[in-house]
Nanobody, 125 residues
Framework: QVQLVESGGGSVQAGGSLRLSCAAS????????MGWFRQAPGKEREGVAA???????YYAASVKGRFTISQDNAKNTLYLQMNSLKPEDTAMYYC???????????????????WGQGTQVTVSS
């Protein structure tokens, strides 16, 4: 049974930092593409960052230069380092595992069948 468990969310002021973690079980993260997604109230879920199974990291334009995705295969854990946080980064953050057929699809939620329960990030101005 695949299980993805996010942690590390919280409340911070604008300009602050948070590091999200996603611990995987029943699934080896280096056998899949892994992504971070977020969903704010009243908005669609959007891709934030992803690591493609065949290499390469990909970011949404809104977070590029501020967020860094990484993974520790020995710990089977995915991370998202978030710096210079802005109020518009406020959302529920989810990690996901899947097999997008190309890098063009790594930030599209529909390409990921496995999801965590999410961790809330709130950034105040």
């Amino acid at each position: 049974q695949v299980q993805l468990v996010e942690s590390g969310g919280g409340s911070v002021q604008a300009g602050g930092s948070l590091r999200l973690s996603c611990a995987a079980s029943g699934y080896t993260i280096n056998s899949a593409s892994m992504g971070w997604f977020r969903q704010a109230p009243g908005k669609e879920r959007e891709g934030v960052a992803a690591i493609y199974i065949r290499g390469g990291t990909y970011y949404a334009a809104s977070v590029k230069g501020r967020f860094t995705i990484s993974q520790d295969n020995a710990k089977n854990t995915l991370y998202l380092q978030m710096n210079s946080l802005k109020p518009e980064d406020t959302a529920m953050y989810y990690c996901a595992a899947g097999q997008p057929v190309s890098p063009a699809y790594v930030l599209l939620p529909g390409n990921y069948p496995y999801w965590g329960q999410g961790t809330q990030v709130t950034v105040s101005s």
